[in-house]
């Protein structure tokens, strides 16, 4: 994939996460309960998975390759979950852009982090000031977004 559809890709999944979330607030005032809600995200999501493999629209890798998966690696899915529950309870008291601005911020951080160390098999980049002070520039934004209404 080249740079350019990579970061399309991006900033597509950003958009995705934006109307899931709003959708998932939906789901969990009128189900009352984040959980049950973020239970019926993943089972729809499942499906829709199963579907495009079904149909061949991705191509599954051989299912033994699952034995050489690390497994602090399988926690994936249960940090999804926990994080689709987190925002399904936040969203409908921050709203939607607070709630964004705040999970971006601290994706960012951990992210510079996970960077800058080279944790979880990541390659490591080494974090300057510029990459702190972008991370600084978006807390202030989320403090005057909270003053905004």
Same mark, same amino acid.
């Given at each position: 994939? *080249?740079?350019?559809? /990579? ?14 979330? +709003?959708? *998932? +607030? ?7 309960? +984040?959980? /049950?809600?973020?239970?019926? *995200? ?10 495009? @493999?079904? #149909? ?13 998966v690390p497994p602090w690696a399988l926690g994936g899915g !249960? ?9 399904? #309870? ?10 964004? !601005? ?10 510079? @982090? ?12 080494? *974090? ?14 989320? /403090? ?6």
């Amino acid at each position: 994939m *080249n740079p350019l559809s /990579a970061v399309l890709c991006a900033f597509s999944a950003g958009s995705l996460l934006s109307l899931g979330g +709003a959708a *998932n +607030a939906r789901l969990g005032g009128t189900l009352r309960s +984040a959980v /049950a809600a973020a239970t019926v *995200n993943f089972l729809v999501g499942a499906a829709a998975l199963g579907l495009l @493999l079904g #149909l061949g629209g991705f191509r599954a890798g051989p299912i033994e390759r699952l034995a050489a998966v690390p497994p602090w690696a399988l926690g994936g899915g !249960m940090l999804g979950a926990l994080y689709v529950t987190l925002s399904t #309870l936040v969203i409908p008291r921050l709203g939607l852009t607070a709630t964004t !601005m705040t999970v971006v911020c601290s994706q960012l951080v951990g992210s510079l @982090l996970i960077d800058h160390w080279g944790w979880l098999g990541v390659p490591q980049q080494p *974090n300057g000031p510029a990459r702190w002070l972008a991370v600084l520039l978006l807390l202030v934004a989320v /403090a005057l977004r909270r003053r905004d209404g």
